[in-house]
């Protein structure tokens, strides 16, 4: 780190000289240095000129940039990550005062591959990739239905300077980020039993005196997703006797439905081969289904059609968007709000199989936990 600069710039010349295999003494007689230069370079302790910089850059194979990189994650206090990473490429999203990284995998479970907004590199710094002013117009959205990369889609369409992320993770999983300040806006599906709202009732369990709204976004068919043509004639939850299931981990929204019908129905867990095995989304669920792993996986229809299965439907559920009153005033949410009441976003809904629009955009509580 470079001291007397208003941002932080981090040397990683000691990383690529040691990767071309070279000493400080080698490389200060290639770039005509003193060996000193090379250490307090290293060190962090003065920039370069121009010229010193690009005949390191030659003499390492590597770019100036590489070099020498902003870490935009100092101005944060350092960074958040929402999971452990797996890999050095991160979207990233400035959240109440924090920066969040979402490590991407190499192929995401919806097998899209999206561009990196940073690297994170062997001492935990950031090298970011995006403009300082688009990552300050981030919108961090978490939640597990496939139609919130439609969203973020017209987002993007409609007001290209928002640069808007939707990850997958669980209703819970996206709950707790919101109340941690790790994501702007969580997506929930859980399902009310009799008179109950299970979204209602998840966020006042999971997030007490939470000051936010909560606004219908979809309606979807969730079930259970089963092989092509349905060979064992699942119908209902009471077939998955005798059949191998793969589950979701427990706290996930499908894994609340499933757990509500099998005691409305009288039926041990204990009996239901493969009720342990869990799975952390629809896609992987249905994967194995596709792959013969599985005979049955609970999940979307939409997730079930995009892989050749067959879809049993046990429920239609309402995914609603949380979204904290003190995140109103950013621009990114502000654009958010008026898409859930563009006709754009019901054309493109209501094209996808299994999803209902009558409900998108409709308050559903902005004052407490009454519903509005």
């Known amino acids: 780190m470079f001291p007397g600069d208003s941002t932080t710039i981090r040397c990683a010349i000691k990383e690529h000289r040691q990767r071309k295999g070279l000493s400080q003494d080698e490389l200060a007689r290639l770039v005509g240095l003193r060996r000193q230069a090379v250490y307090e370079l290293e060190a962090g302790r003065y920039l370069p000129n121009?010229?010193?910089?690009?005949?390191?850059?030659?003499?390492?194979?590597?770019t100036v940039e590489m070099l020498f990189v902003e870490d935009v994650s100092a101005e944060f206090g350092?960074?958040?990550?929402?999971?452990?990473?797996?890999?050095?490429?991160?979207?990233?999203?400035?959240?109440?005062?924090?920066?969040?990284?979402?490590?991407?995998?190499?192929?995401?479970?919806?097998?899209?591959?999206?561009?990196?907004?940073?690297?994170?590199?062997?001492?935990?710094?950031?090298?970011?990739?995006?403009?300082r002013d688009r990552l300050a117009d981030t919108v961090l959205i978490l939640g597990c239905d496939p139609a919130l990369d439609v969203l973020t889609g017209l987002m993007a369409k409609t007001a290209p300077g928002i640069h808007a992320h939707a990850v997958f993770a669980s209703s819970r999983r996206a709950l707790l980020a919101v109340g941690d300040g790790l994501a702007h806006v969580a997506g929930t599906h859980y399902h009310g039993f009799g008179a109950s709202d299970g979204n209602l009732e998840a966020l006042q369990a999971l997030l007490p005196g939470l000051d936010c709204l909560m606004i219908a976004f979809s309606v979807q068919e969730e079930g259970l997703m089963v092989a092509p043509g349905n060979p064992l004639g699942v119908r209902s939850a009471e077939d998955l006797a005798g059949i191998r299931l793969v589950n979701r981990e427990e706290g996930a929204a499908l894994r609340k439905l499933l757990?509500?019908?099998?005691?409305?129905?009288?039926?041990?867990?204990?009996?239901?081969?493969?009720?342990?095995?869990?799975?952390?989304?629809?896609?992987?669920?249905?994967?194995?289904?596709?792959?013969?792993?599985?005979?049955?996986?609970?999940?979307?229809?939409?997730?079930a059609k995009s892989l050749g299965l067959d879809f049993v439907p046990l429920v239609t559920t309402r995914c609603d968007l949380v979204i904290p009153k003190d995140l109103l005033d950013q621009p990114g949410i502000a654009v958010l709000l008026d898409i859930l009441q563009s006709s754009g976003l019901r054309k493109e809904l209501r094209s996808l199989p299994g999803y209902d629009v009558s409900d998108v955009g409709k308050m559903v509580s902005g004052q407490g936990f009454s519903k509005g």
Do not use: N, Q, W
């Open 50 to 62: 121009t010229a010193v910089a690009l005949r390191l850059a030659r003499a390492l194979g590597c």
């Open 259 to 303: 757990d509500s019908e099998l005691s409305r129905l009288d039926m041990p867990v204990s009996g239901i081969e493969g009720y342990t095995e869990e799975v952390r989304s629809h896609f992987e669920g249905a994967i194995r289904v596709a792959g013969g792993a599985a005979d049955a996986a609970l999940g979307l229809r939409i997730v």
């Open 78 to 131: 350092g960074l958040h990550l929402l999971h452990e990473a797996e890999t050095a490429r991160l979207f990233l999203a400035p959240v109440r005062g924090k920066l969040v990284g979402v490590p991407l995998s190499g192929a995401p479970l919806s097998f899209k591959l999206d561009v990196a907004d940073a690297f994170l590199l062997a001492d935990k710094t950031v090298d970011c990739l995006l403009p």
